[in-house]
Each structure stands twice: as C-alpha cells, then as structure tokens.
C-alpha cells in the first residue's frame, strides 16, 4: 500500500527566504507526482505535475523534483512572499489498469510566509 | 475558465436526514473523484469513477453512502442517514485518465 509522507508538516518563514518541503513515497512504481496548494476554505489547486520519466519541472518560482528510485520529490519556492502561505500537498498517482487509477495524498506542509 | 462545480458550498442539516451533493466535472474529463477532507483524517478517497462507471468505492460506507454519475456532466454523493460523524468537507475532482487532477471548492457538510 502506497504510503506518502511530507516533511515538515508546519514552515515558518521570513518573506524572501527559499525554502524546499519534502515529499517521500514508500512504491516508487507510480505514474506521476503532483503537487497541490490548499488555502483555508477553499479547494485544491494543482501546481505542477510531474510524470514518472521526469526529473523535474518548473513554474514560475516553482521547481519541483522527482527521484523516482529514491521515492522523493520536493518543491522548491524561490523568494517566498506572503500570498504563498497555505497547505502544500504531493499526492502520487498509482498507474492505471483494471482497478483505475488514484492519488493517494500526503497529509500536507503548512507553510507560513511572515511579512 | 474551466472548473468543477460543486453544490451545495455549505449544508448544516439534522442527524438522519438525506444529504445529497452534486459535481459538475470539466468538459471532456472522464475521470472522476470523490474525496472527503477531515482534520483527523486527512483527505480520503470515497469514490472513483471512469468514464461515468464505478471504479472503486472501497473507501465509502457503502450502508449509507451511495455515489452515481448519472450523465458525464453530472456527479452525485448521496449520504442517507446522515450522522454527526460525516461532518466534513467533501470534494470533487476531475481528469483525463494519468493526467492533471482539478478540485472543486468542496462542500462543507455539518450534521447535528
């Protein structure tokens, strides 16, 4: 059973600083990674994907990384501002096939970026 | 902009009454989820549909809970009878089979 963990689970930060948040996973056989941003009441909004042959991929001043073989994958804010605080989440994505395709979620990194 | 709709955003009803929430996918999308976020618990799988068939719904009370995809546009999480513990925020989402999963804004759900 796929098992994904996020580290830390809480961030706190001076505006400005780079920060990474870890992600592992315990079945390296997955299909993608993706990585999602929560805000207080509202819903999921995706961030980046990265499918398995990938190492990385980049948004704006996103990069998220994938080490398959390892089971890890960060996320990494570059100048982190204040609008950048809320819940960050990887979730995997186990392949397809007969019983379908899921993501099974970490429980979160909640990241607070001080003024 | 394409997004889910989710209906209704706030429900606060009575234990044992029937709950029913609705999910309207992305055009095109085939996939579709049910998930269920609680402090506690974090956020779980309910139900899984593709292509409007039941995949897996392994995660749901299957006493009370029942999930249907009566039209591609249409999602729906029937709960009957609702109880204090099914309090939650519920969310749908959509995709293309292995590809980028979008969410609603959910639905908060609150049984007295």
């Known amino acids: 059973k796929q098992e994904v963990t996020q580290i830390p689970a809480a961030l706190s930060v001076p505006e400005g600083e780079n920060l990474v948040l870890n992600c592992s996973f315990t079945d390296s056989a997955i299909y993608n990674l993706q990585w999602f941003r929560q805000d207080p009441g509202k819903g999921l909004t995706s961030l980046l994907l990265?499918?398995?042959?990938?190492r990385e991929q980049t948004s704006g001043r996103l990069n998220a990384s994938l080490d398959k073989s390892s089971g890890r994958s960060t996320l990494y804010i570059a100048a982190s501002q204040p609008g950048d605080s809320a819940t960050y989440l990887c979730a995997v994505h186990r392949g397809g096939g007969t019983s379908g395709s899921r993501l099974t979620f970490g429980e979160g990194t909640q990241l607070t970026v001080n003024p | 902009d394409a997004r889910v709709t989710q209906t209704p955003r706030d429900k606060v009803t009575e234990m044992g009454q029937e709950v029913t929430m609705r999910c309207q996918p992305i055009l095109g999308h085939n996939t579709v989820f049910w998930y269920r976020q609680t402090m506690k618990q974090g956020l779980e799988l309910l139900a899984y549909f593709r292509n409007r068939a039941p995949l897996d719904d392994s995660g749901m009370p299957k006493d009370r809970f029942s999930a249907e995809m009566p039209d591609a546009t249409l999602a729906t999480l029937k709960i009957q009878p609702s109880e204090p513990r099914d309090s939650a925020v519920y969310f749908c989402?959509?995709?293309?089979?292995?590809?980028?999963?979008?969410f609603g804004e959910g639905s908060r759900l609150t049984v007295l």
């Open positions: 990265i499918q398995s042959s990938q």
């Open positions: 989402a959509s995709g293309s089979e292995g590809r980028e999963l979008f």
